[in-house]
């Protein structure tokens, strides 16, 4: 079965920088677009950050810009999640998500989720 696992997780102080994995199982992730999204309890789910299914273009949240990096290596099956200068409002669970259109263009073509990996932030 397909299974997206994002180890990584963790408590970061604010100001920190943490990086995220997502390792793909049962899926070829070169031939798929893949994206970052995050959840707070009782907040709907965030889009963070994406990238094609090459590497080439990228795309992120308002909220992250100039703070995260998304970045892939197909020959790893992996996608990755570089995020520097972390503020508490960075506090989420973090999903990376999977898009076989192999481009990004609406959060709705993201429909294979890991179980995610909880960030925390301290001030």
């Known amino acids: 079965q397909v299974q997206l696992v994002e180890p990584g997780g963790g408590l970061v102080q604010a100001g920190g920088s943490l990086s995220l994995s997502c390792a793909a199982s049962g899926r070829t992730l070169s031939n798929y677009a893949m994206g970052w999204f995050r959840q707070a309890p009782g907040k709907e789910r965030e889009f963070v950050a994406a990238i094609n299914y090459s590497g080439v273009t990228t795309y992120y949240g308002d909220s992250v810009k100039g703070r995260f990096s998304i970045s892939r290596d197909n020959a790893k099956n992996m996608v990755y999640l570089q995020k520097n200068s972390l503020r508490p409002e960075d506090t989420d669970v973090y999903y990376c998500?999977?898009?076989?259109?192999?481009?990004?263009?609406?959060?709705?073509?993201?429909?294979?989720w890991g179980q995610g990996a909880q960030v925390a932030v301290s001030s």
């Open positions: 998500a999977d898009d076989a259109t192999r481009v990004v263009v609406t959060t709705a073509d993201f429909v294979t």
